[in-house]
């Protein structure tokens, strides 16, 4: 919650104090910082399954250090390709990539934390790197600085986060490790595809929207009215974080799976309840320049909401090994863009058809996930 309420305070505040002409490429390299700690959270995943599994922490953590010299290499290049194709500053682009490799290794020490159980400490470390991130952007900003300051800012918050996860996760007590349980860099690129359609669907509206609406309010609007959709999205991703340790055990994930799934649905009910009657409330901490899109952050929230029971579903994919599933999820995504290229040419437009894909996108899913629990993996 603290991790979460602090991604929005920045978005919110971002919207404020860049204006509606600003606020779209801030919110754009969000969404691009997001896509890059796909690595991240496969790595987590990864991690925790191994950890379970009975991997070593130090072969564990030699594993992350590989992935965050992979990524590190990877942001590089892409740093003049995402600056053509979202037309941004190249050093606001530097600074949001630039973040990943230490996404990385924050990550790796999470998936110690969450493999082992401890969640009392993985609270702390992930409260603390919502802190770290946000606090040293919303400084910049409040000083006068623009976007690529904040975003260079919250890459050293990251940073530091890592150090501080890397001191609370040290070296816990768990069974001794098989000496023949290696990890390669392998299952987290499996891992990591399964992870990367997830996040590009939850995202790729806010990477087209400028695409399709160009730099203008309407698209700034349709930035902010996707936190709302990332609210419902992430509030409850402590669902996934503690049931996936039974997830990867063979004799309970059936059960993990359906409690999640069933979870994650009551919970997207209450969020998009909770959007609709809070909407009159928007325009009065985003500013007025924001109220033609109050009616429509119900909508905003059900996509949120609905992308967290797709989450919950390709969470049980990778603890059981089974990524053949993010082909689904890959084949959402292609309709998603093309619709939205070819008829999203206004804010309404746009987020009905992110909603309509990817309700059938997690329907498709969860019920291929549910059909195939009980049966035992490959």
Known sequence: MTANVAGYLLQVLASRWLGVAGFSEFASLLAVQLLCAVPALALQNVVARELVRGASVPALRRLQWRCAVIVAVLALVLVPLVTLALDVNVLACAAALGAAPALVLLAGEQGILQGSNRFRRLAVVLGAAGVARVAPALVV?????????????????????????????????VRAALAEHTVGVLPVIRAAQVQAALMALSSADLIVVRMVL?????????????????????????????????????????????????????????????AALAAPLAPLFAGSDYAPIQG?????????????????????????????????????LAVEVTLTLLFAHSVPALITICVCVAATTTAVVAATVLRTADTPSD
């Open 296 to 332: 429509l952050l119900w909508l905003f929230a059900l996509h949120g909401a609905i992308l967290a029971v797709l989450q919950g579903a390709v969470l049980s994919a990778i603890a059981l090994d089974r990524t053949a599933l993010a082909a689904l999820a890959w084949a959402g």
């Open 141 to 173: 900003l409040v000083l006068g600085g623009g976007t690529s300051a904040a975003l260079f800012a919250a890459a050293l918050g990251l940073a530091a986060a890592a150090v501080f996860a890397r001191f609370v996760a040290g070296a816990p007590r």
């Open 214 to 274: 160009g730099d203008t309010d309407d698209a700034s609007r349709y930035a902010l009215g996707t936190v709302a959709a990332k609210i419902a999205f992430w509030l409850p991703q402590a669902v996934g974080v503690v049931l996936y340790p039974r997830m990867a055990q063979p004799a309970h994930s059936a059960r993990a799976i359906r409690d999640a799934l069933a979870v994650l649905s009551g919970i997207g009910i209450v969020a998009v309840l909770g």
